[in-house]
C-alpha cells in the first residue's frame, strides 16, 4: 500500500499538514516567516510528516492560458506555481530501517516503514541514512520520528488522514500496482495536453531504494521540489564497506605485528 | 474518495471522480513538435549549475554532537589499536609500555561508551542496542563489538594491575589484541553507511584513515606513558600510522570527486590541516629526538594524540558539512544520471 501525490492537481491548501498534524498528534514545528512563497513548513522533519512545497516560475504550464489580464506586471503572464505534497517515501529498500540497531524501525503487514517509538533510544543512526532527508530526532523528546502512513488507520480500514483531507486527491492512496497504472495514464494524459515536465518520481521498482512506497508525479526535475535526482539506498555498498574495513583491520594488525617483528624483543636488534 | 474502505487488500469504493485537465484549452497554440524546451517561451537565464529548492539541504544533516561522535570515533581508534601495541609490548618484553597502553584502552573504550550513550535522544535506553544483532546497521555490530572488545580490554587492564590471574589475564590481553582493529575499523563503516555525501562517497578510503590514524595515536599514548628504552617499536608504529592516515587520506580527496570537497573546506578543511601538521611534527619528533629524550618523545607522543583527534573531528565536519550543502547531494547524482543516459544512448 502506498501514495500517489499528483502534484500537478495540488493547490498548496496544505490541508494534508494539517490533517497529518491532528491525527498523529505532531507538535509544533516552529513558526517562521521565511520568505519561501507560501512555505513556511520549510521541509520534512521529526515534527513534520507532510510538506508543501512552493515553487514560483516564470515558465507556463502546457498552453494554460488564465485569461486574467495582468496589466503591467512585466513576467506575469509566463509565470507557473508549483506546489507539492512532500512525505516520507517508505522506500523498498529503506536505509533507515537497515541501519537502525535497535530494530525499532520496521516494515509492516502493508509494506511500509514505521517506527516504534517504545523502542527507539535516539541514536540518531536513521537521520543522516535517509536519502532523501524524511526522519529526523525530536528535540526534547530525543526520540525519531516521521510519517507511519497512518498505520493505525489503515490498520482499521482507513484511509491515510492526508490522503482523507486532500481536496482534490493530488493525494491518493492504495496499492501501489493500481497506483503505478493510474499515474502512468495520467502522465500520457499530461503529455497529451502538452505539459510536457510531467514525469514521474519514485514510481521504478529498478531504481536505487527499489522503487518508492510514496511516488509522485512532477512538473519538473526533482531537485526543483528539494527531491534528490537520482538516490540510492546507502546499505547497497555495505558488503564493500565491510570487505574495505576487514582489510584496513588486517593491515592493523599486520602492520603492527611486523613493527614489532622487526624490532625483536626489548634490548634486542636495533 | 469519502466512501472508500480500506484493507490489507487494496481499497475498494470509490476512485478519484475526474481527471483535472491542467493546461487544457488552446489546444494547438505555442505548440511546436515534440521538441524539449520547444514550448515558445523566453529562454531564461543561461542554466545554473544545479538547481536546489531555495537552497535548503536534501538530506538531514546528522544530529549527532561533535563532541560525542568524533570524540568516539577518537577514544574507539585509540583503545583498538592500544591494545594491539599493549600486546606487541608485553609479548617482546616491554612490560611498562604493555601496562600503560592496557590501561589507557580501558580508560578510552570506558570513554567511548560514555560518549555514545550521552549522545543518545533516550540514555535510559541504551540496552537496546543489545536488543537485536543486525549485520546491516554498522551500529549495531559496533554495539556487538563493543560488548565483547570491552570485557576483554577490561580484564587485561585489571588483571595487569593487580597481578591476579596471570593466564588469564594474558587470555584477556590477546583478545583485546584480535578485537582491537575492529574496533578501530568499524567506526569508518558507521559513517560511511549513510546518505552523507562526504562520508559515503569516501567508503574505500575512510577505514585506512582510521586504522592509521589510530595506529599513529596509540603510539603516541605509548611515547607519553612509556620509558624511552620500550618506545623504539612505538616510534616505528608512528611512522607507520602517520603515513598510512596520510596516504589514504590523500587518495580518498583525489577519488572522492566533489564529495571530498569539504575535506578542504571550513572548518573540516581547518581541522584536516591541523591534524596534518600535528602529525608531521609528532612523526619527526619521535623519529629524530624520541629515542634520546623523555620530555621530546612525550611532547611527540601528545603531537601524534592532538592530530589523531583532529583528523576525527575533521572527518566528521566535512560530513556534516556535505549534509547541509544540497550541491553534495544533486550534482554528483545528476552526474550520474547523464553517465547512465550516456550509456544507454549508445
Excluded at chain 2, 544533516?61 to 609490548?89: Q, T
Aim: hydrophobic share 40%; charged share 20%.
Amino acid at each position: 500500500m502506498g501514495f500517489f501525490t499528483d502534484t500537478s492537481v495540488c493547490i498548496g491548501c496544505k490541508a494534508c499538514e494539517v490533517a497529518c498534524k491532528e491525527w498523529n498528534a505532531v507538535p509544533e514545528d516552529g513558526l517562521e516567516f521565511t520568505g519561501m512563497s507560501y512555505d513556511n513548513t520549510q521541509g520534512l522533519g521529526a515534527d513534520t510528516w507532510r510538506h508543501v512545497a512552493f515553487i514560483e516560475q516564470s515558465k507556463p504550464i502546457g498552453q494554460n492560458e488564465t485569461g486574467v489580464e495582468h496589466g503591467a506586471a512585466p513576467d506575469a503572464s509566463g509565470m507557473r506555481w508549483l506546489m507539492a505534497s512532500d512525505v516520507c517515501k517508505h522506500c523498498t529498500h529503506a536505509a533507515c530501517l537497515d541501519v537502525c540497531p535497535t530494530g525499532s524501525l520496521f516494515r509492516t503487514e502493508f509494506g511500509t516503514v514505521v517506527v516504534q517509538e517504545d523502542i527507539c533510544n535516539g541514536c540518531g543512526y536513521c537521520v543522516p541514512a535517509c536519502p532523501y532527508g524524511v526522519i529526523d530526532q525530536r528535540k526534547g523528546d530525543g526520540r525519531a520520528w516521521k510519517c507511519t502512513l497512518c498505520y493505525d488507520r489503515i490498520g482499521v480500514g482507513q484511509e491515510p488522514a492526508c490522503a482523507k483531507a486532500c481536496p482534490t486527491d493530488s493525494i491518493q492512496f492504495g496499492p501501489l500496482d493500481e497506483l503505478r497504472e493510474r499515474a502512468a495514464l495520467r502522465v500520457d494524459q499530461l503529455h497529451d495536453l502538452g505539459v510536457e515536465d510531467a514525469r514521474l518520481y519514485g514510481h521504478d521498482p529498478d531504481d536505487g531504494v527499489g522503487g518508492d512506497g510514496a511516488f509522485f508525479l512532477l512538473l519538473d526535475e526533482p531537485e526543483v521540489y528539494g527531491l534528490p535526482p537520482d538516490p540510492v539506498v546507502t546499505t547497497r555498498d555495505l558488503p564493500s564497506m565491510w570487505r574495505h574495513a576487514g582489510v584496513a583491520a588486517a593491515a592493523l594488525l599486520g602492520g603492527l605485528a611486523a613493527v614489532f617483528t622487526a624490532h625483536g624483543r626489548e634490548g634486542g636488534a636495533r | 474518495m469519502s466512501s472508500s474502505e480500506v484493507g490489507k487488500e487494496g481499497v475498494r469504493g470509490e476512485r478519484p471522480g475526474r481527471e483535472a485537465q491542467i493546461g487544457k484549452g488552446l489546444r494547438g497554440r505555442g505548440r511546436r513538435g515534440g521538441r524539449r524546451g520547444g514550448r515558445g517561451e523566453k529562454a531564461m537565464v543561461p542554466e545554473a549549475e544545479f538547481t536546489s529548492y531555495y537552497g535548503k539541504p536534501i538530506l538531514n544533516p546528522p544530529v549527532w554532537k561533535s563532541l560525542d561522535i568524533a570524540g568516539y570515533f577518537f577514544l574507539g581508534g585509540l583503545a583498538g589499536a592500544g591494545s594491539v601495541l599493549a600486546a606487541g609490548a608485553q609479548l617482546t618484553g616491554r612490560p611498562a609500555a604493555a601496562r600503560a597502553l592496557k590501561i589507557s584502552s580501558l580508560a578510552a573504550i570506558g570513554g567511548s561508551t560514555a560518549a555514545l550513550v550521552h549522545d543518545l535522544g533516550r540514555p535510559e535506553r541504551f540496552y537496546n542496542m543489545l536488543r537485536v544483532m543486525k549485520p546491516t546497521s554498522p551500529m549495531s555490530v559496533g554495539s556487538w563489538l563493543l560488548a565483547a572488545y570491552g570485557p576483554a580490554a577490561g580484564a587485561a587492564a585489571a588483571l595487569e594491575v593487580t597481578g591476579l590471574f596471570p593466564r588469564l589475564g594474558r587470555a584477556a590481553t590477546a583478545g583485546a589484541a584480535v578485537l582491537g582493529p575492529a574496533v578501530a575499523a568499524y567506526t569508518a563503516v558507521l559513517a560511511a553507511d549513510t546518505a552523507v555525501p562526504a562520508w559515503h562517497e569516501a567508503y574505500r578510503e575512510l577505514p585506512f584513515v582510521f586504522v592509521g590514524s589510530a595506529a599513529a595515536a596509540a603510539a603516541g599514548m605509548a611515547l607519553v606513558a612509556a620509558p624511552v628504552r620500550e618506545n623504539a617499536p612505538m616510534r616505528t608504529a608512528a611512522v607507520f600510522g602517520a603515513g598510512l592516515e596520510l596516504a589514504a587520506a590523500k587518495l580518498l580527496e583525489r577519488r572522492a570527486g566533489l564529495a571530498a570537497e569539504p575535506y578542504g573546506r571550513g572548518r573540516s578543511g581547518a581541522y584536516m590541516r591541523a591534524g596534518e601538521v600535528l602529525s608531521a611534527a609528532g612523526t619527526a619528533g619521535c623519529v629524530l629526538l624520541g629515542g634520546r629524550s623523555r620530555a621530546a618523545a612525550a611532547l611527540s607522543g601528545a603531537a601524534l594524540l592532538a592530530s589523531s583527534a583532529c583528523t576525527r573531528f575533521g572527518v566528521f565536519h566535512a560530513g556534516v558539512q556535505s549534509a547541509e550543502d544540497p550541491k553534495y547531494t544533486v550534482v554528483p547524482q545528476r552526474e550520474r544520471l547523464a553517465t547512465r543516459g550516456t550509456a544507454a544512448a549508445s
